[in-house]
């Protein structure tokens, strides 16, 4: 078992043996011919080897090149190459042509690469050495930031502040049903649109990117703290599903001014604020004074207040 094994390896080794004798061979009698080169160069390297769009790319720019070397000359004998000959031809690339900088530098990197390549196999059919080396590629511009305009923006969140009725139920059931109970509109059960609205503001508010947006955690959150403020208790879920169930109270500190507090669950019985009963509906309240029944003294809000507020 183990001759046989040896046996493949050396037949594998003999065959490519003959087959690098064989491309040597196909080298050697290629004429002086930038045309013969070029095909050569194609056929062994990249034809097959490569995607079918960068082979074509590979072949517009080397045959760019051909033509470019012919009209200047009048031959195309690949011995005569010289560097400036590489350098005119970006120029004209670049100012006759009119292409794009990143254009220009992928046309000279196939024609580094092929004449890298003959170079290798035939060291001395270039006169001066590799035309290519020492040449530099162009600069490019300076990358523009892609960001929203103004107008764009406000688009987006005019689009988030209408979710929730893109994802309203329109049947015929629904619509019958909101009518009869005069109730509130109903959304699709896989819809998320306050979620969806929030996850939009937010990356607009911070710019954070998409991985670090999937990573976030409610614990590094913290609602109304500035970077310059001394940092206050992160957001935990327990304290979100509280402050729903709250209910919510509307103060006046001036007569065009409102304030509004959280009552916790414990303040929405007959010993919370008036008018804060099982409904736990809003009502407004003076800064100063509780309105109380006629007869008896009005306390200060501070005092009628739960503890911790």
Same mark, same amino acid.
């Given at each position: 078992m183990a001759h046989a094994h040896n046996s493949i390896t050396h037949l594998d080794q003999f065959v490519a043996?003959?087959?690098?004798?064989? $491309?040597?061979?196909?080298?050697?009698?290629?004429?002086?011919?930038? &045309?013969?080169?070029?095909? *050569?160069?194609?056929?062994?390297?990249?034809?097959?080897?490569?995607?079918?769009?960068v082979t074509r790319s590979i072949v517009l720019h080397l045959g760019r090149f051909a033509d470019f070397f012919e009209a200047r000359y009048g031959h195309e004998r690949i011995s005569t190459v010289l560097k400036r000959d590489v350098e005119a031809w970006i120029t004209l690339l670049s100012d006759g042509m009119a292409l794009a900088p990143a254009t220009v530098?992928?046309?000279?990197?196939?024609?580094?690469?092929? *004449?890298?390549? &003959?170079?290798?196999?035939h060291s001395d059919l270039f006169a001066c050495g590799n035309p290519t080396s020492g040449v530099r590629e162009l600069p490019l511009p300076a990358l523009e930031p892609q960001a929203l305009s103004p107008a764009q923006v406000l688009l987006l969140k005019s689009v988030c502040d209408r979710l929730p009725r893109f994802h309203e139920r329109k049947g015929r059931?629904?619509?019958?049903?909101?009518?009869?109970?005069?109730?509130?509109?109903? &959304?699709?059960?896989?819809?998320?649109?306050?979620?969806?609205?929030?996850? &939009?503001?937010?990356?607009?508010?911070?710019?954070?990117?998409?991985?670090?947006?999937?990573?976030?955690?409610?614990?590094?959150?913290?609602?109304?703290?500035?970077?310059?403020?001394?940092?206050?208790?992160?957001?935990?879920?327990?304290?979100?599903?509280?402050?729903?169930?709250?209910?919510?109270?509307?103060?006046?500190?001036?007569?065009? @001014?409102?304030?509004?507090?959280?009552?916790?669950?414990? @303040?929405?019985?007959?010993?919370?604020?008036?008018?804060?009963?099982?409904?736990?509906? *809003?009502?407004?309240?003076?800064?100063?004074? $509780?309105?109380?029944p006629a007869g008896r003294e009005c306390a200060p809000l501070e005092n009628s207040l739960p503890r911790g507020m």
């Open positions: 043996q003959k087959e690098r004798w064989a $491309i040597k061979q196909l080298i050697a009698e290629l004429p002086d011919s930038l &045309v013969a080169w070029i095909e *050569c160069y194609l056929d062994l390297v990249v034809v097959g080897a490569r995607p079918d769009q530098n992928s046309h000279l990197a196939s024609l580094s690469k092929f *004449c890298s390549w &003959v170079d290798a196999r059931r629904d619509l019958a049903r909101r009518r009869a109970t005069q109730g509130a509109p109903t &959304v699709h059960r896989h819809a998320r649109p306050y979620r969806d609205r929030a996850i &939009v503001y937010l990356l607009l508010a911070t710019g954070l990117r998409r991985e670090e947006l999937v990573s976030l955690n409610l614990d590094q959150v913290v609602l109304g703290a500035r970077s310059d403020a001394p940092s206050k208790k992160p957001v935990t879920a327990e304290a979100l599903r509280g402050a729903q169930r709250s209910a919510r109270a509307g103060t006046w500190e001036k007569p065009h @001014a409102a304030q509004r507090i959280r009552l916790s669950g414990g @303040a929405r019985g007959t010993g919370g604020l008036p008018g804060t009963g099982a409904a736990g509906r *809003c009502r407004r309240v003076s800064r100063s004074r $509780i309105p109380l």
